[in-house]
């Protein structure tokens, strides 16, 4: 029912800003929670952030807050995070997530449909 794949990562300062994207194919991509998860090397998959179906409510691990906005625009198809004062412990694969009827959960299992990821490195 979609497809998502993720975009916009790549080698910043630490300090520095990012802005992932992503996009979503499929008519229905307003009825799916969305979520960012990350995967540094050697480490296991982490919830990031979430975002509703309508975009009202919203959810980041405290790792991230303050510094990590999630938002979307249903009429692109498409949810962002927009990353600022990245640390080097922010280097990781990101990956983007769907929840088909669902609420922005924190659990892998809760995600229906997944992107490829996209790479952020943060040098010290």
């Known amino acids: 029912q979609v497809q998502l794949v993720e975009s916009g990562g790549g080698l910043v300062q630490d300090g520095g800003s990012l802005r992932l994207s992503c996009a979503a194919s499929?008519?229905?991509?307003?009825?799916?929670?969305v979520g960012w998860f990350r995967q540094a090397p050697g480490k296991e998959r982490d919830f990031v952030a979430a975002?509703?179906?309508?975009?009202?409510?919203?959810d980041y691990a405290d790792s991230v807050k303050g510094r990590f906005t999630i938002s979307r625009d249903n009429a692109k198809n498409t949810v962002y995070l927009q990353m600022n004062s990245l640390k080097p412990e922010d280097t990781a694969d990101y990956y983007c997530?769907?929840?088909?009827?669902?609420?922005?959960?924190?659990?892998?299992?809760?995600?229906?449909?997944w992107g490829q990821g996209t790479q952020v490195t943060v040098s010290s």
């Open positions: 997530a769907a929840n088909y009827l669902g609420g922005p959960g924190r659990k892998i299992y809760e995600y229906n449909y």
């Open positions: 499929g008519r229905t991509f307003s009825h799916f929670a």
């Open positions: 975002i509703s179906w309508g975009g009202a409510s919203t």
